[in-house]
DNA sequence: TTGTACGCGTTATCAC
DNA sequence: GTGATAACGCGTACAA
């Protein structure tokens, strides 16, 4: 194991027998060098493996290349999707991304988002944790943000989403086509936005369908609590569970509490997940556009970092709702735009 | 929106009203400052929100309390919990932590290995594509590494992986007991390592069992019409999955012949996924200690990149099997400890 | 094509 | 003991 050091453009340069400008110059094809020099310089970088210190070079030039993505939790198969999809953009673009997870916790954010400006990115992609983002948001911010899946509080940023409202709405007319008399509604909290808009969105959309809205919080066993309580109180004829927390959460409890579904309750969920075309019967499920929405976040972004002044944009991307046998009576498949 | 921009050590000297020197080693501790210089000084930091720049700092002082970690896809919720430990044990130890994903592509994987020296961290760990990862890392890397999860055909590193064999062992003794004459093991590639071990511990241990490997290659289509082909070509008493791939392959698969089960065929997988204890009856499976395996391969880089000079170490981590209804006759669970 | 000042933060050296 | 001055790490950019 031989302790070299990393070389650097000097020893590039000495290699090479010429001047650090030269290996500069070759490296980021500035000026123009003479081909028999670019080839000795080439070699020379070969030989010793040398690689550019980034850090060395945005010093000097000001210029970063790279950007920055908070999410509440990397092991939410959808915020993982997001950031793989939003790592594949930023390099075909030419940028690093550092990664940052907040493990769903506020503090943690607020102390990922405060080191992040550390490694001065020129810009910055956040899925907040909560809508109190602007709070933990550095003050006076010098670079373009955009924020996306929820929508804090508080504007001044671009925004990603998608269409919540409508999704919802459709699985509202899916269930009343199913003749679905009354459903329970079941999330976290009302005081994230995805939440709000979609039960707002379903209640709009309800017509007939006698609607309730159920948040259980957070916590897991207090939120399974809830729910118990709720259904032992009497049982409508369908679930729909909002978020990825109360969807896992409600399709546990409803098989240890002996439902069978779709017959004793139909169950659908906002949040898709990939077991719920694998289980029988399948779950009806909003699926959401996540690669479209890292796509669309990185054009916002990359716009902002190349000067754009436009005012701050929304982007709502339409869902689909992927209908299986959860919801039916008679079992078959099909799918619906939502919107 | 003020232009502002992103605050250097010299305005916070200026506004403090002393010298960077000053600035400097307020912030690192160094150097004793009066009460009264520090107080402005912090004020200061505090006003104009100055984040030190790392880059900078670490030009300087040649110390990076950076690290980083390649894993072959973020979207496999295994190497998301990889991650998100390891992001946290990072941190807590006062370390930075580049996240980069291969996206299962090993000429990605080597293009990020490249790119990744250009922020010259201080240590680096890989869970590797293939076996190949020795043709991928840099020539003379320079830092230490540590390889998790699957072992590469060349040494040289510290490794950190579960203990696949054994592991394997014991689904073999548990479908033995449970009375299957016949198993077919299904596996993306023998030139996996994982898939190696597995296969050899659950064959040495097989005893009277019936056991044929087929591996089916990552070409998803592929893969299951070489499955297919194999089920239809006879059925054997029960299937074990090695992978996350032919795991919900075959299960996929399954269900579309028509197969229930365990009654005409038992199921097992090696790698456990959240689904597999929701739906019905519950999938036996190989519990895999991902978060221990975070905090070894942390403790492992740790110690290097403080110098420990001790000869390659390989760690084994001890796996569970939860034993659920898609192994037995007679639905009921419990678990075993493998090994 | 090259010399060299420069960007930022650290640290050794020096002055009070 | 306290604080400032200045050289330095690396790569870039402009003048020479």
Redesign the pocket.
Same mark, same amino acid.
């Given at each position: 194991m031989s302790r070299q050091?990393?070389?650097? *453009?000097?020893?590039?340069?000495e290699r090479a027998?010429?001047?650090?400008?030269?290996?500069?110059?070759v *490296?980021?094809g500035?000026?123009?060098?003479?081909p028999?020099?670019?080839l000795r310089v080439r070699a020379a970088i070969q030989e010793l493996g040398?690689?550019?210190?980034?850090?060395?070079?945005?010093?000097?030039?000001?210029?970063a290349a790279l950007a920055a993505v908070v999410v509440p939790d990397l092991t939410n198969p959808m915020f993982a999707a997001f950031v793989s999809t939003l790592e594949h953009e930023a390099r075909v673009g030419g940028f690093d991304l550092v990664v940052v997870s907040a493990r769903n916790d506020p503090d943690e954010e607020a102390d990922r988002l405060a080191s992040i400006r550390a490694w001065r990115p020129a810009g910055l992609i956040v899925i907040p944790c909560d809508g109190a983002l602007a709070t933990r948001l550095p003050a006076g911010l010098a670079i373009p943000a955009v924020v996306a899946d929820r929508i804090p509080d508080h504007g001044g940023f671009d925004l990603v989403a998608v269409d919540n409202g409508p999704a919802s709405g459709a699985v509202a007319r899916h269930l009343l086509e199913a003749g679905m008399a009354s459903c329970l509604v079941v999330g976290t909290s009302l005081s994230i936005s995805n939440v709000r808009e979609r039960w707002d969105g379903f209640a709009a959309a309800a017509g007939a369908i006698d609607a309730e809205m159920l948040d259980v919080g957070f916590e897991r066993r207090a939120a399974e609590n809830r729910l118990r309580a709720r259904l032992e109180r009497g049982r409508p004829d369908a679930l729909f569970a909002l978020d990825h927390m109360t969807a896992l959460l409600a399709y546990e409890l409803v098989a240890r509490m002996g439902l069978s579904i779709p017959a004793d309750l139909a169950f659908a969920s906002f949040d898709e997940m990939e077991w719920m075309r694998l289980v029988s019967p399948g779950i009806t499920a909003v699926r959401q556009p996540v690669e479209d929405m890292a796509v669309a976040a990185w054009a916002l972004l990359r716009g902002r970092m190349e000067g754009r002044e436009a005012p701050e944009e929304t982007r709502r991307l339409e869902c689909a709702v992927s209908i299986r046998g959860s919801t039916l009576r008679v079992p078959h498949r099909r799918t619906v735009r939502a919107g």
């Open positions: 050091q990393t070389p650097s *453009i000097r020893m590039v340069a027998g010429v001047s650090i400008a030269t290996v500069s110059n *490296i980021n500035k000026a123009s060098v003479s028999d020099f670019a040398y690689v550019t210190d980034i850090a060395a070079s945005r010093l000097r030039s000001g210029k």
